[in-house]
């Protein structure tokens, strides 16, 4: 054994920066902030002000008690105490300090303390961002008012069939299964890569350990990826040892968006489509909203255990998506990665990515935005399709 290629004097490793710093200003963060991004669940913004953490921007959501949800910076515009602690109204919510009352738009409506409740309450205005609802979901606008896009919808969401509802589970369950994580310690880009890796389905969820989900993800796929307008999709297609023959599509659309079919199989198209929220650099929450005909918890036992409930050593024999990119780090080296062929969609989406922010800070629109209601449904192309086995003919 010779001592070539040690692990001494090599370089110093480095994240991509360009796609996983997201606060404001970056230029990722400022390609997150041409779209809605879902921050909550409808049932989540209530009376009872909450804490979210959104692009590295600490925020207090709340629904005023006429209904309408409001998203707004935390600290008081007067004397910068938390409205964490304030009391939500009718109108708005009143800081706990000293009164001031704003309004889900930010407008100050009352400052109690002054002459005549504030005869200049008028220009007070507390920070705040837009909020629309659909799907069960509240959705935030964090970008420039004037390149406001339309809240967009997706059609594998639309026309409910009779006895189908929609379930939504936001946190960290596309990781673990489970509920263990309301926010997931490590960068976004992990599980964004994810998303366009069919390989790993293969390996690490069927053939190192035990079968995760289905048998048929045995088979190694024979893959093909696809650049469209909004993002890139994978054709992952296998001939089953019944003699059927599935591909399975697979839709990433740009930036943060995913819908993965069914890993039990179920044949058809996804209906589904889940968000990979960066809370910060280094922590991101996952967004889902399904249709269903029965609401459940979700609860995904891989080796007959809930994952919050296996020891570390249990972890280790069976590791899953969560082992797998906390091992990567909070925030991947990505100057030591070694991309091959089977890491083509990555490479695609980090292309794609890096083409949006070039055209954003070009002064441009990125893809998948639409500013006419009309034209604003996402078209949703992922699905298990199966054909039927090849009938054999008798022998003579």
Not at 107 to 133: F, K, N
Not at 140 to 158: F, I, R
Not at 229 to 238: C, E, L
């Amino acid at each position: 054994m010779t001592d070539i290629g040690t692990a001494y004097g090599r370089k110093q490793a480095q994240p991509n920066k360009l796609l996983t710093e997201v606060g404001p200003g970056t230029p990722m963060g400022e390609l997150f902030r041409r779209y809605w991004q879902p921050v909550a669940t409808s049932e989540q913004a209530t009376t009872r002000p909450k804490k979210v953490k959104v692009l590295g921007e600490d925020l207090i959501l709340f629904r005023d008690r006429k209904g309408r949800p409001g998203l707004l910076y935390p600290r008081c515009m007067h004397r910068g105490t938390t409205l964490f602690y304030g009391k939500v109204e009718d109108e708005g919510i009143r800081c706990c300090y000293h009164g001031w009352l704003f309004a889900a738009d930010g407008t100050c409506l009352d400052q109690p303390c002054e002459p005549e409740h504030g005869l200049h309450r008028d220009v007070a205005r507390q920070p705040w961002y837009p909020v629309e609802e659909r799907y069960g979901l509240v959705f935030a606008y964090m970008g420039p008012p004037e390149k406001k896009p339309v809240l967009p919808k997706y059609d594998n969401l639309e026309n409910l069939a009779p006895g189908e509802m929609l379930q939504q589970v936001i946190g960290g369950q596309g990781a673990t299964g489970d509920d263990s994580y309301e926010v997931l310690p490590y960068s976004w880009l992990h599980m964004n890569d994810n998303v366009l890796d069919p390989f790993h389905v293969q390996v690490l969820h069927s053939t190192f350990t035990v079968v995760q989900f289905v048998a048929e993800f045995k088979v190694m796929p024979k893959c093909d990826f696809v650049a469209v307008g909004d993002g890139v999709y994978y054709s992952a297609f296998r001939k089953l040892d019944d003699g059927r023959e599935v591909d399975r599509i697979s839709h990433w659309i740009s930036p943060n968006i995913m819908s993965v079919p069914s890993i039990q199989m179920a044949a058809g198209p996804s209906t589904g489509v889940s968000w990979v929220v960066p809370a910060d650099d280094q922590s991101y929450f996952q967004v889902f909203v399904q249709k269903v005909r029965e609401k459940r918890p979700f609860a995904l036992a891989i080796d007959g255990k809930l994952w919050g409930d296996k020891t570390e050593e249990e972890k280790q024999d069976v590791p899953g998506d969560y082992e797998a990119q906390v091992g990567q780090g909070t925030i991947s080296k990505h100057s030591e990665e070694h991309l091959a062929q089977s890491d083509r969609g990555i490479v695609m989406q980090r292309r794609f990515l890096e083409q949006q922010i070039k055209l954003v800070q070009e002064g441009g629109d990125p893809a998948g935005v639409s500013f006419d209601t009309d034209r604003a449904t996402v078209h949703v192309r992922s699905g298990n399709f199966f054909r039927a086995a090849k009938k054999l003919e008798p022998a003579e």
